[in-house]
């Protein structure tokens, strides 16, 4: 069903509604979505340990190139 088969269906329901039941409709605007802030994770004890060990080797590294 695509949007506009939709749109005719509520607009028929809502008509019948209507004419049936002598109701009356209200029709709100649609509320934005919140917006999503990213998700970070936080580096654990074991994330720093291993970064900081990256950095040791890629400074023996440099030091080791002439």
């Given at each position: 069903?695509?949007?506009?088969?939709l749109r005719?269906?509520?607009e028929?329901?809502?008509?019948r509604?209507?004419?049936v039941?002598?109701?009356?409709v209200?029709t709100?605007?649609a509320?934005?979505?919140?917006?999503?802030?990213p998700w970070r994770?936080?580096?654990?004890?074991?994330?720093?340990?291993?970064?900081?060990?990256?950095?040791?080797?890629e400074k023996?590294?440099?030091?080791e190139?002439?």
């Amino acid at each position: 069903m695509t949007k506009d088969e939709l749109r005719a269906e509520l607009e028929r329901q809502e008509q019948r509604f209507k004419d049936v039941y002598g109701g009356e409709v209200t029709t709100y605007a649609a509320q934005s979505e919140p917006g999503r802030k990213p998700w970070r994770k936080r580096a654990s004890l074991l994330d720093q340990a291993f970064t900081q060990e990256i950095q040791k080797i890629e400074k023996e590294l440099k030091a080791e190139e002439p």
